[in-house]
């Protein structure tokens, strides 16, 4: 069964502490994985794409690595304005559309 | 450039009330989503419209039906609400397949 699980579930940490959420996945042909951001009562604004393992993609202080099993968004030096939910999803050969539940981030000034 | 646009933003029903959630982008794009959201469940896809004429399911289909109105419009039908549908229900569009999706605002759903 096609599945994507997203670790950890939340994650606090102190302004200018860098770290990682992780998205790990079993589907049956990857066509891409997508990183997106959501903010409370907003919908889901799209970050990255990747679609094959080793391809790294960077945007300000967030940069989203993938391997054959897992993404990594990985956040440098974050800043309060970087608070929010990350929610990873792939897409399978079937072009069926998988969100994995997220990973809810707080950054504390 | 209003990107994607969802009415209404709040909803309350009665169980058995029927009602159309409105989607409209205004990008020129092919593809069309429909979401629904629950706490600690994701977002799960409902339908979703590879290109104008052309509907299919997604993971969540039962107690719902689409309308690819034009290239601009999705809408999503509820005709029998059930409280199992209290949610937030996202519509989200593309240039072609799933790629890059721009979400609207939300529509929050509940029913009693």
């Known amino acids: 069964e096609d599945q994507v699980t997203q670790s950890p579930e939340a994650l606090r940490l102190q302004e200018g502490e860098s770290s990682s959420l992780n998205c790990s996945y079993t589907?049956?042909?990857?066509?891409?994985l997508f990183w997106y951001r959501q903010d409370p009562g907003k919908g889901p604004e799209f970050l990255f794409t990747?679609?094959?393992a080793g391809e790294e993609k960077e945007k300000e202080r967030l940069k989203a690595t993938l391997t054959k099993k897992e993404s990594f968004l990985h956040i440098t030096a974050p800043k309060p304005e970087d608070s929010a939910t990350y929610l990873c999803?792939?897409?399978?050969?079937?072009?069926?559309?998988?969100f994995g539940k997220g990973t809810r981030l707080h950054i504390l000034p | 450039n209003a990107g994607v646009t969802q009415t209404p933003k709040f909803q309350v029903l009665k169980t058995g009330q029927s009602m159309t959630l409105q989607c409209a982008q205004d990008?020129?794009?092919?593809?069309m989503y429909w979401y629904r959201q629950d706490p600690g469940m994701g977002l799960r896809l409902i339908y979703y419209s590879a290109s104008e004429g052309t509907t299919d399911k997604g993971e969540v289909p039962n107690g719902y039906n689409v309308s690819r109105l034009n290239k601009r419009e999705f809408s999503l039908r509820l005709e029998s609400a059930a409280p199992s549908q209290t949610s937030v229900y996202f519509c989200a569009s593309s240039l072609v397949g799933a790629r890059e999706q721009y979400f609207g605002p939300g529509t929050r759903l509940t029913v009693t």
């Open positions: 999803a792939v897409q399978a050969v079937d072009d069926k559309i998988i």
């Open positions: 589907v049956s042909g990857l066509r891409g």
């Open positions: 990008m020129n794009h092919n593809s």
């Open positions: 990747l679609y094959s």
